[in-house]
Nanobody, 128 residues
Framework: QVQLVESGGGLVQAGGSLRLSCAASGRTFSDFPMGWFRQAPGKEREFVAA????????YYADSVKGRFTISRDNAKNTGYLQMNSLKPEDTAVYYC?????????????????????WGQGTQVTVSS
């Protein structure tokens, strides 16, 4: 069983930055691809960013490309989402997720249904 816990959310002004963390339990986390998703009030959950098991491959939604950076530190069992140049439309609950896949490849996943483990979410609010 893998448990994920997000932290680092909060209130920030437009143009500011936040770094979200996703702390994982379980020794197999280092094998798992992971991703970040977000859900704003009244909107569907949407993909934000994904990273493969090693951190060598990443992929971003067009809406955050150039502003957000996904990374991971497997030695610390932690994933990160660095968010810069934040906009009010980035306001949402942000979730990290991990896929139970043991093959060590460059593959990343962009669909919510691709993932098996989810954190509880952390609120990010960007004021204008």
């Amino acid at each position: 069983q893998v448990q994920l816990v997000e932290s680092g959310g909060g209130l920030v002004q437009a143009g500011g930055s936040l770094r979200l963390s996703c702390a994982a339990s379980g020794r197999t986390f280092s094998d798992f691809p992971m991703g970040w998703f977000r859900q704003a009030p009244g909107k569907e959950r949407e993909f934000v960013a994904a990273i493969n098991w090693s951190g060598g491959s990443t992929y971003y939604a067009d809406s955050v490309k150039g502003r957000f950076t996904i990374s991971r530190d497997n030695a610390k069992n932690t994933g990160y989402l660095q968010m810069n140049s934040l906009k009010p439309e980035d306001t949402a609950v942000y979730y990290c997720a991990a896929r139970r896949t043991y093959a060590r490849t460059s593959v990343v996943y962009t669909g919510g249904r691709d993932y098996d483990y989810w954190g509880q979410g952390t609120q990010v609010t960007v004021s204008s």
